[in-house]
C-alpha cells in the first residue's frame, strides 16, 4: 500500500515526484499489526530539542546557498527590448541541471529519513529534519525560476510536462516562517499521548473498573509500545465496556489535543495550494490524479459497489448482535465503531473469529506450514524475487541487499513499518520490515517488492516522471501482486497448502477474510479523504468538524460513535493521517 509519510520527517505525500517527497510505500492502510499509526509512535521526543532544531534550522536557512542552475535570457533581448523566452536547447539545459541537482538533494534528504525511521533518536531526528529542511529549499529555489519560463508556448509536451511538475512543490512554496510551523511538534501530541491518562482505566462514570487486569498490563508498558498496545486490545478484548472506554479515551488523549492546531494546518495547507496556482489544498491534492471530476470518478464506482458492502454489513451486524445482544446492536442501526476489531475501525479483520460464515473450516493460512518447514525471513524475500523473475522481472540489485533491513535487529528503536524506500539515485532500493515468519508477512513482502519493480521500471525516466502513474498506481500493482500470492494454486507452486481442502465454504471463509480488509477499507478512505475536502473547501466550520466527520462515516461506512460526542471532541485527529497530512484515497 501506499503511504508514506511521518511527522515532521515526511513532506505531504499528495505532492507529485518532482516534489520527492513520496519516497516510501508504505503498508499503512491494510496492515493493522504493523499500523502505521501504530509505529509512528515509537519514539520519545523532547520538546525542547524540537524547538531548538528549528532555530538552528532557521539560522542555517539564512547563509544557505543559492542553486547553480543556467541563467535564462535575461540579457538577450529582441530589436524592441522585450526580453526573449529561453529556446528549448536552454531549457534542456536547466531541466538537466535541475535533475542533477534535485537527485543529489533528494537523496540526501531520503537518506536522513531512512536514518530516522532505522535508528529512533534526537541526533537522527535532528540530522533527518536538516535534510528535509535543505531540499525543501532547493524546491522553494527551483520553483521560484521555473515560474519565470512562460510553458503555455513551449511545443515539446515533455518538456512542457516535466516544467508543469516541476512547477508544484507543496507546501515548499511556503515563505520559510510558514513552512516552519507546517513542520512544527503539534504532531508530537499525537504520536506522544499522555500514557497516565490511562491509570488503572477507571470507567467514564468513575463507578467501576472497566478493564481487565490484562489490559491495564498492556498500558502500563513502555511508552515505546503504547499504540500497538491499544491495537491489541481493540483486536482481542470482546468486553463491550472496556473497548468503549479505550475507543473514547484514545481519542480524547489524542485528536481532542490538536483540534485549534489542525486549523492552523488547513490554513497553511491552502496557502501553499494557492501559492501553487491551486484554488484550495483539495485541488492541490486531487491534481496528480489528473481527472477534472475525481471526486464524481470516485462517488460513481462507490455506488458500484455499495452494494456488496451492504450486504457484508448487514452480515456482520447480526454476528455482532447475536454476540452482544439486540439492546446494544439495532436491527437495521449502524455499527459501534469501537466493537470491529480496529481503533478506527478501518479493517475489521481481528473480529473474523466471531463472523466468520463456516467455523471449523479454515480459510488458507500457511504460517504453521510456512514454520515447520524452516522458512527465514531472508528466504521470504529471495521467494518474491524468484516470482518476479518467473515474470521476466527484475532482479533486485546489489544495493537492495546490502542495505534493506530485513528483520528488526533488536539493537534500537526503529519504525517497523513495511516500506519500500527509493534513494533518488538510480542505484539504491530497500524494504524494511520486522519479518516474521507467517503467510501475512509473506504477501507484504511479494507486495513491497512490487514497488520496487515499478521503482526499477522507471528509473530510466526524468526526476518529474518516476513515480506512479497516480498517487494510487503504485498500491494498485502492489495489491494486484498480493491477491494473487495468498491464492491456493500459487501457495501448493511453494509446497504450502497441501492441507488445504477444495470446497466451497473453505472458499467462502477465504473470500470473506478478503472482504473484512479490503472491502471495509474503502468507505472508511472515502470518508476520510472527503472529510478532508470540505475542510479544505471551507464547506464546513471549525465547530463542525467533529459532527461532519461522523456524519461522513456513517454515510459511507455505516458505523456510528460508541458514546455520545460533541464538538469539542476532534475525533479526525485520532487518525495518524490527519494531523501528518497523508492523503488516505488512494
Known amino acids: 500500500m501506499l503511504l508514506s509519510r511521518s511527522t515532521g520527517l515526511n513532506w505531504d505525500s499528495a505532492a507529485i515526484s518532482s516534489g520527492c517527497f513520496n519516497y516510501t510505500k508504505m503498508r499503512d492502510e491494510h496492515d493493522d499489526s504493523q499500523a502505521c499509526d501504530t509505529e509512528r509512535s515509537c519514539s520519545s521526543r523532547s520538546g525542547a530539542t524540537i524547538m531548538f532544531a528549528w532555530i538552528l534550522f532557521g539560522l542555517l536557512s539564512l547563509v544557505s546557498g543559492q542553486l547553480d542552475l543556467p541563467p535564462l535570457n535575461e540579457d538577450f533581448r529582441n530589436n524592441f527590448g522585450r526580453r526573449l523566452p529561453p529556446t528549448e536547447s536552454q531549457l534542456q539545459d536547466i531541466l538537466a541541471r535541475l535533475d542533477f541537482l534535485g537527485t543529489e538533494r533528494c537523496s540526501a534528504n531520503v537518506a536522513g529519513q531512512w536514518a530516522y525511521e532505522t535508528d529512533v533518536n534526537e541526533y537522527t531526528q535532528l540530522q533527518a529534519l536538516e535534510a528535509q529542511r535543505i531540499y525543501a529549499d532547493f524546491q522553494n529555489q527551483a520553483w521560484f525560476l521555473i515560474s519565470k519560463i512562460d510553458k503555455d508556448n513551449i511545443r515539446d509536451p515533455v518538456i512542457r510536462r516535466r516544467l508543469r511538475y516541476l512547477s508544484v512543490v507543496g507546501p515548499s512554496a511556503l515563505p520559510p516562517d510558514q513552512l516552519d510551523r507546517y513542520f512544527q511538534g503539534y504532531l508530537q501530541v499525537y504520536l506522544n499521548p499522555d500514557k497516565n491518562s490511562f491509570e488503572r482505566f477507571t470507567s467514564i462514570s468513575g463507578n467501576e473498573n472497566r478493564t481487565s487486569k490484562w489490559t491495564q498490563t498492556l498500558l502500563d508498558r513502555d511508552r515505546f509500545e503504547y499504540l500497538t498496545n491499544i491495537s491489541q486490545i481493540m483486536a482481542k478484548s470482546r468486553n463491550w465496556d472496556e473497548l468503549q472506554y479505550v475507543w473514547a479515551e484514545w481519542r480524547r488523549r489524542s485528536g481532542m489535543r490538536i483540534k485549534d492546531l489542525y486549523q492552523q494546518l488547513v490554513t497553511l495547507n491552502n496557502e501553499a495550494a494557492r501559492l501553487n496556482n491551486f484554488t484550495d489544498a483539495a485541488e492541490y491534492w486531487?491534481?496528480?490524479?489528473?481527472?477534472?471530476?475525481?471526486?464524481?470518478?470516485?462517488?460513481?464506482?462507490?455506488?458500484?459497489?455499495?452494494?456488496?458492502?451492504?450486504?457484508?454489513?448487514?452480515?456482520?451486524?447480526?454476528?455482532?448482535?447475536?454476540?452482544?445482544?439486540?439492546?446494544?446492536?439495532?436491527?437495521?442501526?449502524?455499527?459501534?465503531?469501537?466493537?470491529?476489531?480496529?481503533?478506527?475501525?478501518?479493517?475489521?479483520?481481528?473480529?473474523?473469529?466471531?463472523?466468520?460464515?463456516?467455523?471449523?473450516?479454515?480459510?488458507?493460512?500457511?504460517?504453521?506450514?510456512?514454520?515447520?518447514?524452516?522458512?527465514?525471513?531472508?528466504?521470504?524475500?529471495?521467494?518474491?524475487?524468484?516470482?518476479?523473475?518467473?515474470?521476466?522481472?527484475?532482479?533486485?540489485?546489489?544495493?537492495?541487499?546490502?542495505?534493506?533491513?530485513?528483520?528488526?535487529?533488536?539493537?534500537?528503536?526503529?519504525?517497523?513499518?513495511?516500506?519500500?524506500?527509493?534513494?533518488?539515485?538510480?542505484?539504491?532500493?530497500?524494504?524494511?520490515?520486522?519479518?516474521?515468519?507467517?503467510?501475512?508477512?509473506?504477501?507484504?513482502?511479494?507486495?513491497?517488492?512490487?514497488?520496487?519493480?515499478?521503482?526499477?521500471?522507471?528509473?530510466?525516466?526524468?526526476?518529474?516522471?518516476?513515480?506512479?502513474?497516480?498517487?494510487?498506481?503504485?498500491?494498485?500493482?502492489?495489491?494486484?501482486?498480493?491477491?494473487?500470492?495468498?491464492?491456493?494454486?500459487?501457495?501448493?507452486?511453494?509446497?504450502?497448502?497441501?492441507?488445504?481442502?477444495?470446497?466451497?465454504?473453505?472458499?467462502?471463509?477465504?473470500?470473506?477474510?478478503?472482504?473484512?480488509?479490503?472491502?471495509?477499507?474503502?468507505?472508511?478512505?472515502?470518508?476520510?479523504?472527503?472529510?478532508?475536502?470540505?475542510?479544505?473547501?471551507?464547506?464546513?466550520?471549525?465547530?463542525?468538524?467533529?459532527?461532519?466527520?461522523?456524519?461522513?462515516?456513517?454515510?459511507?461506512?455505516?458505523?456510528?460513535?460508541?458514546?455520545?460526542?460533541?464538538?469539542?471532541?476532534?475525533?479526525?485527529g485520532a487518525k495518524y493521517h490527519i494531523p501528518a497530512n497523508i492523503p488516505y484515497i488512494r
Open 286 to 572: 486531487m491534481f496528480p490524479y489528473e481527472s477534472p471530476n475525481l471526486q464524481q470518478d470516485i462517488e460513481e464506482v462507490w455506488e458500484m459497489i455499495r452494494p456488496l458492502y451492504e450486504e457484508l454489513h448487514a452480515y456482520v451486524r447480526r454476528k455482532l448482535r447475536d454476540l452482544y445482544g439486540p439492546e446494544k446492536i439495532g436491527t437495521h442501526a449502524p455499527l459501534p465503531a469501537h466493537i470491529l476489531g480496529n481503533i478506527w475501525a478501518q479493517s475489521w479483520t481481528n473480529i473474523i473469529d466471531v463472523t466468520i460464515p463456516y467455523p471449523g473450516k479454515n480459510y488458507l493460512d500457511v504460517t504453521q506450514e510456512m514454520q515447520a518447514q524452516g522458512y527465514t525471513p531472508i528466504e521470504m524475500f529471495r521467494i518474491a524475487e524468484e516470482f518476479y523473475l518467473s515474470l521476466n522481472l527484475s532482479a533486485m540489485p546489489p544495493e537492495f541487499w546490502a542495505g534493506s533491513i530485513i528483520v528488526d535487529p533488536g539493537d534500537r528503536p526503529l519504525i517497523c513499518q513495511a516500506s519500500a524506500w527509493d534513494f533518488c539515485n538510480r542505484l539504491d532500493y530497500r524494504i524494511k520490515m520486522c519479518t516474521k515468519v507467517t503467510m501475512k508477512d509473506l504477501i507484504t513482502v511479494h507486495h513491497e517488492m512490487a514497488h520496487i519493480q515499478y521503482f526499477l521500471r522507471y528509473s530510466g525516466l526524468p526526476r518529474e516522471f518516476r513515480d506512479g502513474a497516480n498517487p494510487g498506481f503504485h498500491e494498485a500493482v502492489g495489491e494486484a501482486v498480493a491477491l494473487s500470492i495468498g491464492t491456493p494454486p500459487h501457495l501448493q507452486t511453494l509446497g504450502l497448502g497441501s492441507k488445504y481442502i477444495d470446497e466451497s465454504t473453505a472458499d467462502i471463509n477465504y473470500l470473506f477474510s478478503l472482504a473484512m480488509d479490503k472491502l471495509v477499507m474503502l468507505p472508511f478512505s472515502i470518508a476520510m479523504d472527503r472529510w478532508r475536502w470540505d475542510v479544505f473547501r471551507g464547506y464546513i466550520s471549525k465547530e463542525e468538524y467533529n459532527c461532519h466527520w461522523h456524519r461522513l462515516m456513517e454515510q459511507y461506512a455505516g458505523i456510528k460513535p460508541p458514546v455520545l460526542r460533541t464538538e469539542d471532541d476532534f475525533d479526525p
